[in-house]
């Protein structure tokens, strides 16, 4: 059985995961999982979209996203270090309020709390709804909002990529014109 089979298999079976599968095909996304990755509970997609890197468009490589069993769904190499792509939510922490002398040499507790807002990522417990949030996320920041570029990852301008279309458009409504002339007497053919 070869790789692909194998993760063939892996999202068979459930009509939720082979859902995933078929959107994966129609997208070109790779399942790149290894044996070890997948013992631990992580999946990896690779996408056919490559990297933007202000000065790395020479080694540019395509975009590589994973779903870890912890419930994060992280971007693994379009930036210094991997980040995670969950949506976030306020989470609220108290600490104790001290009052100290002039010196700081002591601290007494003033029966108040302070209060701090923090960030936090939302996890996803469950792999199939990471999966699907992957996806959804996947199409809405990798292909809608790249949309103007092509797998080599080259970016083609608005007006570029009109004028293009244009042109085929052209080319495609073009008829050659074709005379005969037989006994003297001329005739287009169609």
């Known amino acids: 059985m070869n790789k692909k089979e194998r993760y063939f298999v892996k999202y068979k079976g459930d009509t939720r995961y082979e859902k995933v599968w078929e959107q994966m095909q129609l997208l070109g996304i790779e399942d790149i999982t290894t044996k070890r990755q997948s013992n631990n509970g992580t999946v990896v997609w690779r996408l056919p979209i490559k990297n933007e890197w202000p000065g790395n468009q020479k080694n540019a490589t395509f975009i590589e996203v994973a779903s870890f069993k912890t419930g994060y769904v992280r971007n693994q190499n379009s930036g210094y270090s991997n980040y995670q792509l969950n949506k976030r939510k306020p989470e609220e922490f108290f600490y104790k309020d001290y009052e100290y002398n002039d010196d700081y040499s002591k601290s007494k507790w003033t029966g108040k ?67 005969v002339i037989v006994n003297g007497q001329r005739y287009n053919v169609i």
């Open 113 to 179: 709390y302070r209060k701090f807002i923090s960030r936090t990522c939302e996890l996803i417990p469950i792999e199939i709804d990471r999966l699907e949030y992957l996806i959804s996320y996947c199409l809405k920041n990798y292909y809608i909002k790249r949309a103007n570029q092509v797998v080599n990852g080259e970016f083609i301008p608005k007006w570029k990529h009109e004028s293009r279309i244009t042109e085929a458009e052209l080319a495609s409504n073009y008829t050659p014109e074709v005379k």
